[in-house]
């Protein structure tokens, strides 16, 4: 079984600063990584993936991700965040193999002017 | 282009009602799912279907009943709804069993009164 860890529920951050929502998982399984995006009103859609190989993916709108096998974490960055991306954000784990995605309980960023 | 729709996007019951959420995809995905999200909690899935003619318990089973209509369609039935069932339920679907994400529809928003 695999479970999810947002470490944050809100993360205020100044717009052009840099962000980092953190993302810890457990399995005793190898395990697919995702974090994805949810506007008001709208189902969640992915952001990035990792599968395998670069420890670094790189998502849409300039979000980035790296897996860290040892701490068992997959924390998302933005190195300069605008007003639009205020929004919730879940992490999500999926076995390899498996039919079923764990997501974490979410973590809304504010970016503030 | 529609990807994943579900049908009604807002309902208000009175408890003890009865109701059926319905979700169509038009992806080909072999996989369906359904989810409630409830602040501060993430998403818990409450059913799936791996396959068409399958459908398996989830985290949060009790209180709902689930139907896999075909490929396409995945409908969610409250058989008497309570106050604790007020909730906003997302259906889902992928290529279960590999690596890709899932694909969300815009969500159903229901109050039980």
């Known amino acids: 079984a695999q479970s999810v860890t947002q470490l944050d529920s809100q993360v205020p951050v100044f717009e052009e600063a840099p962000v980092e929502l953190r993302c810890n998982y457990s399995?005793?399984?190898?395990?697919?990584l995702f974090w994805y995006v949810q506007y008001p009103n709208q189902g969640l859609q992915l952001l990035l993936k990792?599968?395998?190989?670069?420890?670094l993916v790189k998502g849409i709108n300039g979000f980035e991700a790296e897996f860290n096998k040892s701490q068992t974490s997959f924390h998302l960055r933005k190195p300069s965040v605008h007003i639009s991306d205020t929004t919730e954000y879940f992490c999500?784990?999926?076995?390899?193999?498996?039919?079923?995605?764990?997501f974490g309980a979410g973590t809304r960023l504010f970016v503030k002017a | 282009n529609a990807g994943v729709t579900q049908t009604p996007k807002f309902q208000v019951l009175k408890t003890g009602q009865s109701m059926t959420l319905q979700c169509a995809q038009d992806?080909?995905?072999?996989?369906m799912y359904w989810y409630r999200q409830d602040p501060g909690m993430g998403l818990r899935l409450i059913y799936y279907?791996?396959?068409?003619?399958?459908?398996d318990k989830g985290e949060v089973p009790n209180g709902y009943n689930v139907s896999r209509l075909n490929k396409r369609e995945f409908s969610l039935r409250l058989e008497s709804a309570a106050p604790s069932q007020t909730s906003v339920y997302f259906c889902?679907?992928?290529?279960?069993?590999?690596?890709?994400?899932?694909?969300f529809g815009d969500g159903t928003r229901l109050s039980i009164l």
């Open positions: 889902a679907s992928s290529e279960g069993g590999t690596p890709q994400p899932q694909h």
């Open positions: 399995s005793s399984v190898s395990v697919y």
């Open positions: 990792y599968l395998s190989g670069s420890t």
């Open positions: 999500a784990v999926k076995g390899t193999g498996g039919f079923k995605t764990i």
């Open positions: 992806m080909n995905h072999n996989s």
């Open positions: 279907s791996a396959s068409e003619g399958t459908t």
